[in-house]
């Protein structure tokens, strides 16, 4: 696999070369786009004793470095395209995208992968930045890397040496802060907007956009976030993670960090994916941590109280979230996770929440799977997404909400989880969630409302702004009508949320205070 070099005979394009506070980093030119890969944005990789220790900032550097080639991925279980270019503990890396035309201040947009906290990363061939940035030249594109599963979010302060570990519960989310300090300090040399950044990301990503706001000092480096199918509610008590932790211990035969820290890459990943896996058991366990130190205890109170209040939201849901995932594991699978999973939610409910849930899902008819594939789509997207814009809206914040219906022509899949990512990243060449290709008009369209939302703080489209030349104008959400945008391939358009019922407000709105695990 090719790897960047410190360039020492001074034999580069300088065109093509920026400088930053951790080295000048010369990129690639493909037709009018300028791409930068892999450039580090710590001052040491989280390798040796630096495992499970927070990010270290970068340090002056006077060098000259090649920027043409990703850095790996996180360590991570098989399974996601990310990791088949290879994975390492040496892996925060970021990617810049930008077109060739001179401009200063372009809006900046910062893509958080998802993958459930434990698989993903920017070398996902999805993720390539390419063909939307040339399609919409007036902004600048930053994919960045985040440790995973047990390198990113492992409880090891309970341990007899884990007290000098009190990040390693929420490092992930640490990586992304280190990542976004260092776009704030050196996007300028690449024609951005320090000032005008929206982080942007689906799934584990969008739940990170709506979790990076509640810690403290982040604030300065975003004004905006971009959230789809990515809610607080992907988070997890400390019993929780300590739970998740001493299993793994047990089963790698370990008593104590340094014990953890003898164990290498491999053994950990053989050991995870047999017990937690996400692509070999639906494992999603893997959350970022309720510490009360990196996330408050209650993340739903926080935004009750305003602690997001000053950042605009878009941010929404797909009709058929979990049908990605009854796709991807078939129906016997599904059923078993399920009715687990199942069990286990009804374990934390007073009888008269059982009482609502059980009715809920018997009022689901169809084959076996319908009423958890609902009930779980409620629980994990829908009830939390709404209840995102009810509290940012209750606290005098913004959320422009929308609720994505199209679905995929790929068995049992719908409108499911991910199934919009090729209409955001104008891929439609990758259909694995699709199936087929979308509306081009349609998926134009969705990603100008995307840009226009990081260009103004409003994705409303004018009609010559719009693709298909009519005006598009998005509602934000209000406490009284609670308006959404329904992304419908033929007609995108605003509706009342009870005239889709997105959520069902007696039955399954109050799962969304039991968060996602």
Not at 155 to 168: I, R, T
Request: hydrophobic residues 35%; charged residues 25%; glycine residues 8%.
């Amino acid at each position: 696999m090719n790897e960047n070099r410190k360039i020492n005979d001074g034999h580069y394009d300088q065109s093509l070369a920026v400088k930053c506070i951790n080295g000048t980093f010369v990129g690639k030119k493909q037709e009018n786009i300028i791409s930068y890969k892999g450039i580090p944005f710590v001052g040491q990789q989280p390798v040796g004793n630096l495992r499970w220790k927070a990010p270290v900032d970068v340090t002056p550097d006077d060098s000259v470095y090649e920027a043409y080639y990703y850095g790996k991925a996180p360590v991570q279980a098989k399974g996601d395209p990310a990791a088949e270019y290879g994975t390492s503990e040496e892996c925060l890396y970021l990617n810049i995208w930008h077109s060739d035309e001179a401009a200063d201040k372009k809006p900046v947009i910062v893509w958080i992968y998802g993958g459930a906290f434990d698989v993903g990363g920017t070398t996902d061939p999805m993720y390539d930045c390419h063909n939307f940035i040339q399609e919409n030249p007036e902004v600048i594109v930053v994919t960045i890397t985040y440790r995973l599963s047990f390198f990113g979010f492992f409880h090891l302060s309970h341990l007899p040496d884990g007290k000098d570990y009190p990040d390693a519960q929420n490092l992930g989310l640490l990586d992304q802060l280190m990542a976004l300090k260092w776009v704030h300090e050196n996007i300028a040399g690449f024609g951005g907007d320090s000032d005008n950044v929206t982080i942007w990301g689906e799934s584990a990503g969008g739940s990170s956009c709506t979790l990076l706001p509640l810690i403290k000092g982040s604030q300065k480096y975003f004004k905006r976030v971009i959230s789809q199918s990515g809610t607080p509610i992907m988070t997890r008590s400390t019993e929780q993670a300590i739970a998740v932790t001493n299993k793994m211990m047990e089963a790698l035969g370990c008593k104590t960090v340094a014990d953890l820290l003898k164990v290498s890459a491999e053994d950990f990943t053989d050991t995870w994916s047999g017990i937690y896996g996400f692509y070999q058991v639906l494992g999603m366990r893997t959350f970022p941590e309720r510490d009360g130190i990196h996330l408050p205890l209650d993340t739903w109170e926080a935004y009750a109280n305003g602690a997001a209040k000053d950042i605009d939201f878009i941010q929404g849901c797909n009709k058929d979230e979990m049908n990605t995932f009854l796709g991807a594991v078939g129906v016997d699978v599904w059923n078993a996770w399920a009715n687990g999973r199942k069990a286990e939610k009804l374990a934390q409910l007073t009888d008269k929440e059982k009482a609502l849930m059980e009715s809920y899902c018997n009022d689901i008819p169809g084959e076996s799977y319908e009423a958890t594939v609902r009930l779980f789509s409620q629980i994990m997207f829908n009830a939390p997404c709404v209840r995102l814009s009810e509290e940012q809206t209750k606290a005098g914040g913004k959320s422009y909400t929308y609720y994505y219906t199209v679905e995929s022509a790929l068995p049992l899949i719908k409108a499911g989880h991910a199934s919009e990512l090729s209409v955001v990243f104008n891929h439609p060449e990758y259909d694995g969630f699709t199936g087929r290709k979308y509306d081009a008009t349609f998926t134009k369209t969705v990603r100008k409302m995307w840009v226009q939302f990081a260009k103004t703080g409003n994705p409303s489209l004018t009609a010559d702004l719009s693709p298909d030349g009519k005006a598009k104008e998005w509602p934000l959400y209000d406490l009284k009508d609670k308006q959404v945008m329904v992304f419908d391939e033929f007609n995108i358009h605003q509706e009342k949320e009870s005239q889709r019922k997105i959520v069902d407000w007696d039955r399954t709105y109050f799962l969304s205070s039991y968060y996602a695990f």
